[in-house]
């Protein structure tokens, strides 16, 4: 258990409205990550951030934003939510440069109507 | 940029048997990080196993071990008398040495351990 949470879990919403996903973590490490995942897509990279404001795009960031004004929270945006974004979000902690697995919080089902 | 490719969308074995799982890469890294996640009907994304690329030994953990092939860009898993918990997604992942853009997963395969 790398002590990372994601708020919420479940969220339900519709097209056009802003959304907020919180990943917290207890343990202070550095690197942080945003991945989403579809069916027939494996988990995909959004944003990441190597530290306090310090953040970068992935592979699939078009329509997300993200935020991290305290070690222990990176938050994702979505500015006005698509259909398209619908997905399960995960975020993900590494301990580098010490190690550089990276572990998972629960994730959060996100669904927009 | 890096590709992962999981050939198998679905494998099924009997209880004990043993099994293993593909997955081939892409990359124009010379070192890098390979590992093995496994996703439980909980959706809960857990670390099996992992490899530097720069170190000529197979990853061992247990029950899991990996046939690593660097000039092949191969990095298969194998899963030793399989467990009913065994069954689950699992995905492939490359990441690049300084960790600069993440994981990048395969698509996955869909192990069922048979009782």
């Known amino acids: 258990d790398a002590g990372i949470t994601q708020s919420p879990r479940h969220k339900v919403t519709e097209t056009g409205t802003p959304v907020t996903l919180r990943c917290h973590q207890t343990e202070n490490h550095r690197y942080m990550y945003w991945y989403r995942q579809d069916p027939g897509h494996g988990l995909r990279l959004i944003h990441y951030?190597?530290?306090?404001?310090?953040?970068d795009k992935g592979e699939v960031s078009d329509g997300y934003s993200v935020s991290r004004s305290k070690t222990e929270d990176f938050l994702l945006t979505l500015e006005s939510a698509t259909s398209s974004q619908t997905s399960v979000y995960f975020c993900?902690?590494?301990?580098?440069?010490?190690?550089?697995?990276?572990?998972f919080g629960p994730g959060t089902r996100l669904t927009v109507t | 940029a890096q590709t992962v490719t999981q050939s198998q969308p679905e494998m099924s074995v009997q209880e004990a048997e043993t099994v293993t799982l593909s997955c081939t890469y892409d990359?124009?890294?010379?070192?890098?990080?390979l590992f093995w996640y496994k996703q439980p009907p909980s959706r809960q994304m857990i670390l099996v196993i992992r490899?530097?690329?720069?170190?000529?030994q197979n990853a061992t953990e247990n029950r899991f071990s990996v046939n690593f092939q660097k000039a092949a860009k191969s990095f298969s898993l194998k899963i030793s008398d399989s467990q009913l918990g065994d069954t689950a997604m699992y995905f492939c992942a490359f990441m690049k040495l300084d960790g600069a853009d993440g994981l990048t997963f395969g698509k996955g395969t869909h192990l069922i351990i048979q009782p």
């Open positions: 490899q530097e690329a720069y170190k000529q």
């Open positions: 993900a902690i590494s301990v580098q440069p010490e190690a550089y697995e990276q572990y």
């Open positions: 951030s190597y530290g306090v404001k310090d953040t």
């Open positions: 990359t124009s890294e010379n070192n890098y990080y």
